[in-house]
């Protein structure tokens, strides 16, 4: 049997890996192995997201829960962050027992559509982790230049389109990391985290999460109050009102707005009517030193 000594955080995520492709075909994405590096080293979640420029929400409450349920349906036992290390070694001592070694083989085996066995390496270096997000983001080539350009540009709106896992947030973190060289402030936020049967009953409430959390993501206190005003000037006029005159006002850096799983608004027309149309004519009806010269969409 191997000892705790030799299971590190390479083989763990092996391990992770393996089970992963046997149990649903696919390999760990790049941000999923930068969570079990993270939570490896105790990280909190805010630490991960500071580290590698993503929000915070979006590491805790959307891709976490699902690396967690992802490992727990692969290992067949329940995995969170606190347990996972036992989890993965239990499995790779259940492994290298089996193989009569102290190490997990680098090579996988799945099937394919006609049950023929196909090896995977899954080695993964100690030295690649640290790059992991440049070792597998794929340059879309003149993709993120144009992403890029159109995002220097005031009032800006890029719409991305592709099925899950095709690596449109990595896209955006890629472009948004350039930006930031800019002097680029930057939210993303994913629609997800919201409540639909709180948050998606009308757009006054709608655009009062949406404002708080954007206030949240760039580590300001909400001032909600102090700018709303939802009998005398509406939802949409407050919500314009607390971006003028509070978000954008704070400093004249400029912001990229990264809005994530925008389709799950679609079963509500009474709100996302009114939000799509406040992103694109909201910026082009305000004054160009207001909203047009210091807020993107993406």
Not at 113 to 121: A, F, Q, S
Request: aromatic letters at 10%; glycine letters at 4%.
């Amino acid at each position: 049997m191997a000892s705790i000594m030799d299971f590190n955080l390479n083989e763990a995520i092996q391990v992770a890996n393996q089970a992963v492709n046997q149990k649903f075909n696919r390999n760990l994405t790049d941000i999923e192995i930068i969570i079990l590096k993270g939570a490896w080293e105790r990280q909190e979640y805010d630490e991960i997201a500071a580290k590698h420029l993503y929000a915070t929400t979006y590491i805790s409450q959307d891709v976490a829960p699902k690396l967690w349920k992802l490992l727990s349906d692969s290992l067949g036992e329940k995995v969170k962050k606190n347990s996972f290390k036992e989890a993965l070694k239990r499995r790779w001592e259940l492994i290298a027992s089996s193989n009569n070694n102290k190490s997990l083989p680098n090579t996988g085996i799945i099937s394919d559509e006609v049950g023929t066995k196909m090896p995977i390496n899954l080695e993964i270096k100690q030295e690649e982790l640290e790059n992991i997000i440049p070792e597998i983001y794929v340059q879309r080539h003149p993709i993120e230049s144009i992403c890029y350009e159109t995002l220097l540009q005031p009032g800006s709106l890029i719409r991305i389109k592709a099925p899950s896992l095709m690596g449109k947030t990595s896209l955006m973190i890629n472009v948004i990391t350039k930006l930031s060289k800019q002097d680029f402030r930057s939210v993303i936020l994913s629609f997800e985290l919201a409540d639909r049967n709180t948050h998606f009953t009308n757009l006054n409430k709608f655009l009062r999460w949406f404002c708080t959390n954007v206030s949240r993501e760039l580590s300001y206190k909400s001032e909600l109050d102090e700018y709303w005003d939802e009998e005398g000037m509406g939802a949409k006029v407050s919500c314009t009102t607390y971006f003028e005159e509070y978000l954008l006002a704070v400093t004249d850096s400029p912001l990229i707005l990264c809005l994530d799983n925008v389709d799950l608004l679609f079963p509500y027309p009474e709100i996302y009517e009114d939000f799509l149309d406040y992103c694109v004519p909201g910026t082009k009806k305000q004054e160009p030193e207001k909203c047009g010269q210091s807020c993107g969409w993406c």
